[in-house]
């Protein structure tokens, strides 16, 4: 029996081992109960030839197929051991800010810390972008969080620059509030691409997301416009609004996917959604301490933002890791076990 198996390739949490039979698709239960395939390795039929095998050799190719199934597919250590380094990462970052003496330190070391995190999060996204390109749903909409969070590096960078260097206290509204602005465009697109993909949103939960996410931003606004001592200060006002309420947008197609039973075990939305929620508190905080007059005196802010920085690094981290597939890995694998 002679049969064309293309090399075997890993696919969201799935090995697949494409076959080529001159018979039709119904053959493919055949092979599967001929060569014993694993449930865990998916056989399709293409028409793509790319090698003639014996028996034996598509033998050592889907050994070496469920080789790297069982070790992708054993996800509960590897994301135990991201949670509790997330966690220690966190922790270790904002007790330099904690810890400080003084506000003053506590402003500085928060200043600092901010592109750091953000940094991190940024040289993730690049390492996918490098390693997916920008083709396909997954590769633009990888690419889009990407420039969303390069944005926000270089808001964080000039608000370092405004206050550090230039010794603005709390520089608001400035160019850097630009940049974060704009860094909103390309991670909605993410987010929305995110949504579509994993679909079946059930309309129920759109109603009731989209209710919840209404009756936050009438509270907020309603809360923001009894605190504020900027009644004639449109754009500081406004700007204040605008951070929160776009935050509470996005988190729109981030709960729907994770209300969807099909998003997989390799997705990198709870992360995300993690990182969404944070940031959404963080500008809700700061908000409100730029329209009373508060922001010099509270840190509570920046460490938000630093645990939201992180958590998205994390979120990449296991993208990166995980979902997007390794040819020349498993062309390694392949043969290392055909030699």
């Keep these: 029996m002679f049969l064309v198996v293309r090399q075997s390739r890993l696919r969201k949490n799935t090995a697949e081992v494409r076959v080529l039979q001159v018979t039709c698709h119904s053959h493919v239960s055949l092979v599967r109960h001929f060569f014993n395939i694993s449930s865990r390795i998916r056989v399709t039929c293409a028409v793509d030839p790319l090698l003639l095998c014996t028996r034996k050799r598509i033998e050592r190719i889907l050994h070496t197929a469920e080789k790297m199934a069982s070790q992708t597919l054993d996800f509960k250590t590897s994301r135990?051991?991201?949670?509790?380094?997330?966690?220690?990462?966190?922790?270790?970052?904002?007790?330099?800010?904690?810890?400080?003496?003084?506000?003053?330190?506590r402003n500085y070391?928060?200043?600092?810390?901010?592109?750091?995190?953000?940094?991190?999060?940024?040289?993730?996204?690049?390492?996918?972008?490098?390693?997916?390109?920008?083709?396909?749903?997954?590769?633009r909409a990888y690419a889009a969080l990407a420039l969303g969070l390069a944005?926000?590096?270089?808001?964080?960078?000039?608000w370092a620059y405004y206050t550090i260097g230039l010794q603005i206290e709390v520089p608001f509204p400035s160019l850097a509030d630009a940049f974060?602005?704009?860094?909103?465009?390309?991670?909605?697109?993410?987010?929305?691409?995110?949504?579509?993909?994993?679909g079946r949103i059930k309309k129920q939960n759109l109603i009731i997301v989209c209710v919840a996410t209404a009756i936050f931003a009438a509270a907020y606004i309603n809360d923001i416009m009894?605190?504020?001592?900027?009644?004639?200060?449109?754009?500081?006002?406004?700007?204040?609004?605008?951070?929160?309420?776009?935050?509470?947008?996005?988190?729109?197609?981030?709960?729907?996917?994770?209300?969807t039973p099909t998003r997989g075990k390799l997705t990198?939305?709870?992360?995300?959604?993690?990182?969404?929620?944070?940031?959404?508190?963080?500008?809700?905080?700061?908000?409100?301490?730029?329209?009373?007059?508060?922001?010099?005196?509270?840190?509570?802010?920046?460490?938000?933002?630093n645990a939201a920085y992180i958590c998205m690094a994390s979120g990449l981290y296991w993208y990166n890791r995980h979902f997007i597939f390794d040819e020349?890995?498993?062309?390694n694998e392949w043969m290392t076990a055909n030699k």
Excluded: C
């Design 180 to 198: 974060w602005l704009a860094g909103y465009g390309p991670m909605g697109y993410h987010l929305l691409v995110m949504a579509k993909f994993y």
């Design 226 to 259: 009894d605190s504020s001592v900027l009644s004639e200060a449109f754009l500081p006002l406004a700007i204040s609004v605008a951070y929160p309420l776009l935050d509470a947008v996005l988190l729109i197609p981030v709960v729907l996917v994770l209300l």
């Design 151 to 158: 944005l926000w590096l270089v808001a964080e960078g000039l």
């Design 268 to 305: 990198s939305i709870p992360w995300i959604f993690i990182s969404w929620l944070l940031t959404a508190s963080a500008d809700a905080i700061f908000g409100h301490t730029i329209v009373s007059n508060l922001a010099a005196e509270i840190t509570v802010w920046n460490l938000l933002y």
């Design 328 to 331: 020349k890995k498993l062309t």
């Design 109 to 139: 070391y928060g200043d600092i810390l901010g592109p750091i995190t953000a940094a991190i999060a940024v040289a993730y996204g690049l390492i996918i972008v490098r390693r997916q390109g920008f083709s396909g749903m997954f590769g």
């Design 80 to 105: 135990r051991n991201l949670v509790i380094f997330t966690i220690v990462a966190i922790v270790a970052v904002n007790s330099v800010v904690l810890f400080a003496p003084d506000m003053e330190s």
